[in-house]
Nanobody, 120 residues
Framework: QVQLVESGGGLVQAGDSLRLSCAASGRTFSSYVMGWYRQAPGKEREFVAAISGSGRTYYSDSVKGRFTISRDNAKNTAYLQMNNLKTEDTAIYYC??????????????WGQGTQVTVSS
């Protein structure tokens, strides 16, 4: 099972940018669909973005146009570039690695999460 470690979270002001990283163990990184999810206080975990091994990307409507997901298969790392951050983006952000199952949130592997706090 792949091990995931997120980094890059922090406290920023509205309108600022952050880049999250997700470093994965193992030698088959390119075969995984990498995703980012987030969970705000008192809310359920929600999908943010995903990228296939070939680079096809998917975004939630709430972040489309502001966030960009990418991956570097040579470095076993996925990224989430977050621009024009809003207070409602405040959450713990989790990285997910999935082999293309029907439900990555259930069958995928998770990192420990990284806190993103956006102040007004």
């Amino acid at each position: 099972q792949v091990q995931l470690v997120e980094s890059g979270g922090g406290l920023v002001q509205a309108g600022d940018s952050l880049r999250l990283s997700c470093a994965a163990s193992g030698r088959t990184f390119s075969s995984y669909v990498m995703g980012w999810y987030r969970q705000a206080p008192g809310k359920e975990r929600e999908f943010v973005a995903a990228i296939s091994g070939s680079g096809r990307t998917y975004y939630s409507d709430s972040v489309k146009g502001r966030f960009t997901i990418s991956r570097d298969n040579a470095k076993n790392t996925a990224y989430l570039q977050m621009n024009n951050l809003k207070t409602e983006d405040t959450a713990i952000y989790y990285c997910n690695a999935d082999r293309g199952t029907i439900d990555p949130a259930v069958f995928g592997s998770w990192g420990q999460g990284t806190q993103v706090t956006v102040s007004s």
